[in-house]
């Protein structure tokens, strides 16, 4: 093959837990008699509260193929190449087991919310419940060097505060703010979904909601914008870079000689263009950025063909509303899928005759 697939999860192969019909039957188009894929296959997932291996399992029980983690990406995978960060002490926020996957991922000090909490219990006092009882705090004068976002979290008003006082404190939570400290200390942020689609009849607070919050919060206190050193997960250019670094690493292995020119993107919502971040770990991948990406797009997840058009025309849109992140520029042709296709078996058998792959 000299093309492979980067597939989404929610809304192309699942709603929330239940699997989409047309999935399994797309499956079975693309693994022979023994299971073994016949084309390079990449999930990608903003999804981040888990380990790829936990990912890899659900996925193979619910399209009935063995798929190993090595053809999973979560959100957080590009954090593998942030190597300068790997030996600092990070704060983790998100939810599912955080440590585990941060350890995962290289790094050795990560530190979460909860621990945070308990290290500094007048910090966390908006629920009355969870106030301290005995008004002693425990300085630890450790200082956190960066803040990794790996997902929504569950309290948010807790994970909202604790940030926002890291990031006055240039890492010393506890310590009084200083505003001169800016640029902050660096800030990772994966997965910038607004919204994401699960069993409910409308889409869901995603991540990128948690993040629309801690943004404001941040440039209501201070005045300035909050700066992210990387953005990852779908739909930023890393997270396709990556993707592709780990296409190419399936075609290796399987040793298919013919160069992968093709990669067929496909999913419920398009892709995007970043804007001015950081790009120095793009040299560990420049090898990696050959290949064309096409974007097939299935009417199952957060795109709606029928979307109302406004009776009132008064009220006339002069420009689409963009759920994108606030760091990425809106560019309609960008945007603009290459194909629309009901469902991902329609997509598996519209990029097989486009590709005259039997």
Request: aromatic share 10%; net charge negative; charged share 20%.
């Amino acid at each position: 093959p000299s093309f492979g697939f980067l597939f989404d999860i929610d809304g192309v192969l699942v709603r929330g837990k239940t699997p989409i019909p047309a999935a399994k039957t797309a499956f079975q188009k693309l693994v022979n008699s023994q299971g073994q894929f016949l084309v390079p296959v990449v999930f990608v997932t903003n999804a981040g509260n888990c380990l790829r291996q936990k990912k890899a399992d659900q996925l193979s029980h619910l399209l009935g193929v063995p798929i190993s983690q090595d053809q999973v990406m979560m959100s957080h995978s590009p954090l593998r190449m942030f190597k300068r960060y790997h030996e600092k002490c990070v704060l983790v926020s998100g939810q599912g087991p955080l440590l585990d996957i941060a350890q995962d991922l290289g790094f050795c000090q990560p530190i979460t919310i909860e621990t945070l909490r308990e290290k500094h219990p007048l910090l966390d006092v908006v629920d009355h419940d969870r106030r301290p009882k005995v008004l002693v705090s425990e300085y630890f004068w450790f200082q956190i060097l960066s803040v990794v976002l790996f997902g929504e979290p569950v309290r948010w008003e807790t994970n909202l505060q604790l940030i926002i006082d890291v990031l006055l404190t240039s890492g010393y939570p506890g310590n009084p703010y200083h505003q001169e400290n800016y640029p902050h200390i660096p800030v990772l942020a994966c997965n910038m979904d607004l919204m994401w689609v699960a069993e409910a009849q409308s889409p869901r607070f995603g991540h990128g909601t948690f993040m629309v919050c801690l943004e404001n919060i941040y440039k209501k206190i201070t005045g300035k914008d909050l700066k992210y050193e990387a953005l990852m997960g779908k739909p930023s250019k890393l997270t396709y870079q990556y993707a592709e670094y780990l296409i190419r690493a399936q075609a290796a292995a399987r040793q298919w000689t013919q160069p992968i020119q093709t990669l067929y993107a496909v999913g419920g919502s398009s892709l995007s263009q970043d804007d001015e971040i950081d790009t120095s770990w793009e040299n560990e991948l420049a090898s990696s950025a050959a290949a064309h990406c096409r974007s097939v797009l299935v009417c199952t997840g957060v795109y709606n063909p029928h979307t109302e058009v406004p009776l009132d025309t008064r009220e006339s849109i002069t420009e689409a509303v963009f759920h994108g992140h606030r760091d990425f520029r809106f560019d309609p042709g960008l945007v603009e899928p290459d194909h629309i296709v009901p469902d991902v078996d329609a997509a598996v058998d519209l990029v097989f005759q486009l590709e005259n792959f039997a």
